[in-house]
């Protein structure tokens, strides 16, 4: 699958990957907008704004202790270990719009976590905040300040963190290759990090069982799943 683009990723100074939920989908945490979509049961337009959390915090909590509870269960899938183990022969930084925190438990050093994190839970007042691994007895948690606390999460209608949207937009516009795996683009300003990697000249591969916006200005697009085809990115190295 990869064969064509081999010498460009042995040559690679840099290679940045961004990955969507597709690359956790085989670790068994449903994507968004796939046929087993999340947001096939839930609105997440409805849930996933800082709007419904105010409306009916309770019924937020109750869809975010379910996935938590979920994602903690689950484990790196082979996709998340190869980009892991990639690290031993190239800088490697993940630009995830993913909050499962699967690509730290693989091994991965360099991870800018776009749309923040599941496992952590902060205050919606103090500056109150913490990884938390167990479900809240009650819902919703209520921080010591007696304010309620919210899962650490970038909302629709909320900007992403600063220092994390500056950070991916430079790794974007200085790596060589770009590795787009398992996101349907549909979100921004994450789904612009291709077009700056594109205008500062990098390969752009992405690998993703069906066609997304940008798979006609790749490099190449590959139509494999993450775990199949991120091992094989891997073996190029290893050789
Ligand atoms: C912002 C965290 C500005 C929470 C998420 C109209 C109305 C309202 C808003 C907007 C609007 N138009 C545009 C907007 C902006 C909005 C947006 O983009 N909306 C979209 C839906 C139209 N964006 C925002 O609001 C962002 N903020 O713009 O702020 C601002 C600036 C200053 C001041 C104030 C405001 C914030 C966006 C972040 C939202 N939070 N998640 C939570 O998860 O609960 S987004 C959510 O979607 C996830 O983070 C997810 O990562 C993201 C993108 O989805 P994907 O990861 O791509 O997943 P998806 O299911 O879509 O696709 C999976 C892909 O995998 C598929 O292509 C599939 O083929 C593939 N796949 C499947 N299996 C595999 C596979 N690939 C490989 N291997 C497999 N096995
Ligand atoms: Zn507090």
């Known amino acids: 699958m990869l064969e064509p683009i081999a010498d460009k990723l042995r040559q690679a100074k840099n290679i940045v990957f ?5 690359i956790s989908q085989e670790s068994g945490i449903p994507t968004f907008r796939g046929k087993d979509g999340l947001w096939r049961k839930h609105d997440a337009m409805k849930l996933a704004t800082i709007d ?11 869809w975010y202790e379910e996935r938590r509870s979920n994602i ?19 800088p ?40 938390i691994t167990s479900s809240f007895p009650k819902l919703p948690p209520i921080c010591k300040c007696k304010n309620m606390l919210r899962p650490d999460v970038v909302w629709f209608g909320e900007p ?5 949207w500056n950070s991916a937009i430079c790794q974007a516009r200085s790596c060589d290759v770009m590795m787009v ?25 992405e690998i993703n069982p069906e066609e997304t916006p940008m798979s006609a200005d790749t490099d190449i697009s590959i139509r494999s799943s993450a775990a199949k085809a991120l091992p094989e990115l891997l073996s190029i190295f290893q050789k």
């Open 181 to 205: 795996v398992g996101t349907s683009l549909a979100v921004s300003p994450a789904n612009l990090l291709p077009v700056y990697a594109k205008q500062n000249g990098a390969a752009v591969i």
């Open 72 to 90: 903690l269960a689950a484990e790196p899938n082979a996709g998340h270990l190869a980009i892991a183990a990639l690290e031993k022969f190239k």
């Open 160 to 164: 992403l963190p600063q220092g994390v």
């Open 92 to 131: 490697v930084h993940i630009l995830t719009q993913n909050i499962d925190g699967l690509h730290q438990r693989a091994g991965s050093s360099q991870v800018h976590e776009l749309h923040g994190s599941i496992i952590t839970v902060r205050c919606t007042v103090c500056d109150f905040k913490d990884t």
């Open 52 to 62: 419904a959390f105010y409306e009916d915090p309770k019924l937020v909590w109750e």
């Open 18 to 22: 961004v990955t969507g939920a597709g």
